[in-house]
């Protein structure tokens, strides 16, 4: 079945560390996007990317990078620089086409604690 | 840029109906979502909005004004398990990057 898998589901951090969370969608979506969610919060966008080998910075990117070296794959790195990553993180694809355009598929999500 | 502003959370009666509305500012605009959310697992698709009217998906119908920057989501014959928090969010035009923003979601409270 067509999906997005996040993963790891469960991930823990230690000070200073880099870590990077995987996404893979095999839907054929162009757009791709990163989301982190605080306890009681809403989802705030980290990066976006409309196209391979292109994205762009979302409200609060700071202290992640990311990649998009093939269509189906867009991985987060949340660096060391992000002194307050604990979240759960979200990973989406939408189709920007006719077609499924009008959903946005979600990954299950990646509990990101630090320890 | 985009905005968007949902109440932060309501209460209903189980059997009841409830709206909950959204307004948004883009400076494009490419379809409106309503998504569910429960605590810890991932959103789910409610429905869809890309021209102006109602929406109607079983007990639930979304309804979207673009020259008003507004929707509402209708939940009707609310069930206890309708509990959750309601997500609405923004696409921004592909030409434009494609953003999508969500808000901070309406946590909805079902009460026997």
Known sequence: DGGITQSPKYLFRKEG??????CEQNLNHDAMYWYRQDPGQGLRL????QIVNDFQKGDI?????????KKESFPLTVTSAQKNPTAFYLCASTDFGTGSG?????GEGSWLTVV | GQNIDQPTEMTATEGAIVQI??????SGFNGLF????HAGEAPTFLSYN??????????FSSFLSRSKGYSYLLLKELQM??????????RGLLNQGGKLIFGQGTELSVKP
Not at chain 1, 61 to 69: C, D, I, K, L
């Open chain 1, 17 to 22: 560390q880099n870590v990077t969370l995987s």
């Open chain 2, 50 to 59: 890309v021209l102006d009217g109602l929406e109607e998906k079983g007990r």
């Open chain 2, 34 to 37: 309503w998504y569910q959310q």
């Open chain 1, 46 to 49: 980290i990066y976006y990317s």
């Open chain 1, 61 to 69: 990117a700071e202290g992640y990078s990311v990649s998009r070296e």
């Open chain 2, 21 to 26: 509305n959204c307004t948004y500012q883009t």
């Open chain 2, 81 to 90: 398990k309708d509990s959750a928090s309601y997500l609405c969010a923004v």
């Open chain 1, 102 to 106: 009008n959903t946005i598929y979600f």
